[in-house]
């Protein structure tokens, strides 16, 4: 059971950047798979995250608008499109997946999440 998230890099201001989430066995089928983030000196912050029983995604105000998820269930992978990046953004980005299947809402609590990935850093300049 693991997840492997990759696509980090540094991009401008105002730039693109996709990251995937490849999962393995059980934890693509989690209900929820979530994105978290951790800048240096600080928390790990919730970005957004799915769940597949509700249909329903949550994302962090910070990047309402901006960033996008979606999974590609034959790749078994999750991903994680963001746009308009700015500075503040800059972080090592994870995935996470929660298999509860009795929440029906994504939570933004990083214990709720069972498993994780590695991380991949973004950086954005100015």
């Known amino acids: 059971v693991q997840l492997q998230a990759s696509g980090g890099g540094l991009v401008q201001a105002g730039g693109s950047l996709r990251l995937s989430c490849a999962a393995s066995g059980r934890t693509f089928s989690s209900n929820i798979m979530g994105w978290f983030r951790q800048a240096p000196g600080k928390e790990r912050e919730f970005v957004l995250a799915?769940?597949?029983?509700?249909?329903?995604?949550h994302y962090a105000d910070s990047v309402k608008g901006r960033f996008f998820t979606a999974r590609d269930n034959a790749k078994n992978t999750a991903y994680l499109q963001m746009n308009s990046l700015r500075p503040e953004d800059t972080a090592v980005y994870y995935c996470?997946?929660?298999?509860?299947?009795?929440?029906?809402?994504?939570?933004?609590?990083?214990?709720?999440?069972?498993?994780w990935g590695q991380g991949t850093q973004v950086t954005v300049s100015s």
């Open positions: 799915d769940s597949r029983s509700g249909g329903t995604t």
């Open positions: 996470a997946a929660d298999t509860n299947v009795l929440r029906t809402y994504p939570s933004t609590s990083p214990s709720a999440y069972d498993y």
